[in-house]
């Protein structure tokens, strides 16, 4: 169940134009490079061609979590606006590692080809964060999964 929206972040989903996520949030895509890698030209595992590169702006209000998930490219994390998010970054094998985007030093961080992630705003006075995910190669559904 999602948390009860305060106005302010009511309006600010409304005034950029974003849409819920699978995994929780709202997003929209800004940018899909008009450059397309051919599939024989990616890494192993890409089912066809893909956009060099993607980017969303991606909004979860405080409460409210993205599901783990992974995804099988690179995503940059960018903190825009509002409050602290921790994300968690799982890679196979390895202990997981929290980053604090939205506090000093930490305002962007870089999430591996294929490790799990999850996110949450911390509460604050925005009562959301804002960040930005750059996915190199581009993002496609076809490239996404969520934990049960």
Do not use: N
């Amino acid at each position: 169940m999602s948390p009860q929206l305060s106005l302010p972040v009511t309006q600010l989903i409304k005034d950029l134009h974003l849409q819920p996520h699978p995994e929780g949030g709202y997003y929209r895509e800004t940018w899909r490079s008009s450059l397309t890698l051919a599939a024989e030209a990616l890494p192993g595992g890409y089912s066809g061609s893909r956009a060099a590169g993607t980017l969303i702006l991606f909004l979860l209000p405080t409460g409210c979590q993205s599901r783990w998930h992974r995804v099988r490219s690179e995503e940059l994390w960018l903190h825009q606006a509002g409050d602290p998010l921790q994300l968690k970054v799982c890679p196979d094998h390895q202990d997981p590692m929290t980053y604090c985007l939205g506090e000093s030093p930490c305002y962007q961080a870089l999430v591996p080809a294929l490790a799990w992630q999850s996110a949450e705003a911390l509460p604050g006075e925005k009562g959301y964060a804002l960040v930005g995910c750059v996915v190199v190669p581009g993002f496609d559904f076809v490239d996404f999964e969520m934990a049960d």
